[in-house]
């Protein structure tokens, strides 16, 4: 039992820490090439640079385009602007060897550098430049270096009226490349579009000669497969890790070789076979001594966890009173499970009250809120009107008023909901005059049904508010209330200027009181009924907003605290006795 367990576990040990070496070098090796890459981009940039500034110069446009008409005054003055456009770049640039310019013929126009090229080598790079290939090895003259090439552009729209060639020292990649680590004995060189090398760490590579057209030819294949694993490559087996510079067409390769791969996973192999024997070893001692002192008591104590409820913990009887760990254990255990009963008990009394705070503190909220928006609103009857419109304001607020604040009944009658409704309309139409229009399509059989206090008001709020604009076109809201099977299905809508629903409902965004009063209703509904009925806002922006919920069909007053005080005191009103 024990030496096959082991065994599993050290060859799939051995398998997973090769495959993560493997995989964190691969990757390693990926992000390695990725910098050194990006070494050769800002090297490569710096020549393209140049071109360009040459490209757009104006001597060289002028020169290029009038070089056959002049006469030998112009092009010696031409050759001296030249000297001092091109020494400049050469100072700031070592690494250039040669600049040239070539007109729109491919005939030599201005040479500067320290070095013969021949018309061959010349003729041949133009002729690659128009393939899209303007990066090149050469090895001429036991001299390895890089051809640059980039037609010239007329400004005056004529098309290539020549070209610019820089010769640069293939020492200046060579230079991305040193101090870059790859393992022991890895290989890091750059190729060329041709398969050429460019520049390599390994010095047995001949620079401006093919490498490996083989391996060249499959990264062309698959370029983005990055990873060749078990590849021969200089006499060793081993693996390729390659990427592509898009710009310059290279190809840059880091062979490692697997020696370097297999290092640590061989110390892993042995550090795991000598782990499994010691393992192996132990595991006889003390097998031998679990069996005596633990394994009978503990199937004692599983088999009692095992009948335990999950929300019963009281059923524990099993008591272990000897004085060892088990012992501790089983006394630990028991107490525990004393503790997760409490726990259990404390939750439940907890979650009740908290519901009924909950709505204590929601149904506070809503009063102070609707309060702030009447009395702001008789606030502009008093700047605005003198008698008639205060009084009737006056009148629906004292009776908003006392179903808010005197009533403390939760739950009240749909038809004393739409009173409310209506009495909250008399008091924004002293504001709002006649700006907006209210309709009802209510089912009589639902009039004298409970539901929650205050549910339609905060959303009729919602529908004046947000809903007339600017403008003052006038504006209808609709409410519609029907019964269904086990439930009352309210609607209310509006044509009015809409909003952006997830910004006015955010509490944390939006400081306004309506979009309190929104998450009010809605969580108060939650809390009475639970999540299982429908509360839903759909609005757009210019065409209006429709709310619609859905609460239980209710006959009779629900017994919540507040309404068993009340009823009470009715009671006791209708007796004579006086509160």
Not at 224 to 237: G, T
Request: hydrophobic share 35%.
């Amino acid at each position: 039992m024990a030496v096959v367990p082991l065994l599993i576990f050290g060859v799939i040990s051995y398998q997973v820490s090769n495959s993560a070496i493997n995989s964190k070098i691969s990757n390693s090796s990926l992000q390695v090439l990725k910098l050194v890459q990006k070494n050769i981009q800002y090297e490569s940039d710096k020549y393209q640079k140049i071109s360009d500034s040459l490209m757009v110069n104006k001597t060289v446009q002028d020169g290029l385009y009038r070089f056959d008409s002049w006469d030998y005054m112009q092009k010696n003055n031409f050759i001296v602007q030249m000297n001092s456009i091109i020494s400049g770049h050469m100072s700031n640039s070592p690494q250039i060897m040669q600049i040239f310019l070539t007109d729109r013929d491919n005939n030599p126009v201005y040479s500067q550098g320290w070095f013969y090229v021949s018309q061959e080598t010349i003729n041949r790079m133009i002729d690659l430049c128009g393939k899209n290939i303007n990066w090149l090895s050469v090895n001429e003259g036991n001299k390895n270096y890089i051809i640059y090439t980039h037609p010239v552009i007329s400004e005056r729209g004529t098309g290539v009226i020549g070209h610019t060639l820089i010769f640069i020292d293939a020492a200046a990649f060579y230079n991305c490349l040193s101090g870059v680590d790859m393992g022991t004995g890895a290989d890091l060189m750059i190729m060329d579009s041709y398969g050429n090398n460019v520049a390599n760490q390994n010095s047995s590579f001949r620079k401006g000669y093919s490498v490996d057209s083989v391996l060249f030819s499959y990264c062309r294949q698959n370029p983005n497969e990055n990873i060749i694993r078990n590849y021969k490559f200089n006499d060793r087996l081993g693996m390729i890790a390659y990427s592509f510079s898009n710009r310059q067409g290279w190809l840059l390769v880091a062979a490692i070789p697997d020696a370097y791969l297999r290092a640590e996973t061989y110390s892993i192999a042995v550090t795991s076979l000598v782990s499994i024997i010691l393992c192996f070893l132990c595991a006889v001692i003390v097998y031998r001594q679990m069996w005596k002192s633990i394994s009978l008591p503990i199937n004692r104590l599983v088999q009692v966890v095992g009948k335990i409820d999950n929300t019963n913990f009281d059923q524990m009887t099993f008591y272990d009173d000897s004085r060892d760990e088990l012992g501790f254990l089983s006394r630990a255990f028991r107490q525990i499970l004393q503790k997760m009963q409490d726990l259990v008990n404390q939750v439940e009394t907890e979650q009740n009250q908290k519901r009924e705070y909950e709505l204590k503190m929601l149904q506070a909220q809503i009063n102070p809120h609707f309060l702030f928006n009447t009395l702001n609103s008789l606030r502009w009857t008093a700047l605005m009107s003198r008698a008639t419109s205060v009084s009737n304001g006056l009148a629906a607020l004292s009776d908003l008023l006392r179903n808010t604040i005197l009533d403390k009944n939760e739950f009240i009658t749909v038809e004393e909901e739409l009173k409310n409704v209506s009495n909250y309309i008399v008091i924004q139409k002293i504001r709002y005059g006649d700006i907006f229009t209210v309709t009802y399509e209510i089912d009589e059989n639902i009039l004298h049904s409970y539901m929650i206090k205050f549910l339609l008001q905060p959303i009729v709020e919602n529908s004046i508010i947000h809903g007339i604009d600017e403008e003052g076109t006038q504006k209808e809201i609709h409410i519609s209330m029907s019964r269904g099977e086990d439930t009352i299905l309210t609607v209310i809508s509006d044509n009015g200027k809409g909003f952006d629903v997830e910004k006015t409902l955010d509490a944390k965004k939006n400081k306004r009181l309506t979009g309190i009063g929104m998450q009010n209703v809605q969580e108060r509904i939650r809390l009475c009924f639970g999540k299982e009925y429908l509360f839903h806002i759909e609005s757009r922006i210019g065409e209006g907003t429709t709310v619609t919920m859905e609460f239980p069909y209710i006959s009779t007053l629900p017994e919540t605290p507040k309404n068993l005080t009340q009823g009470k005191e009715r009671e006791k009103d209708d007796s004579g006795t006086v509160r």
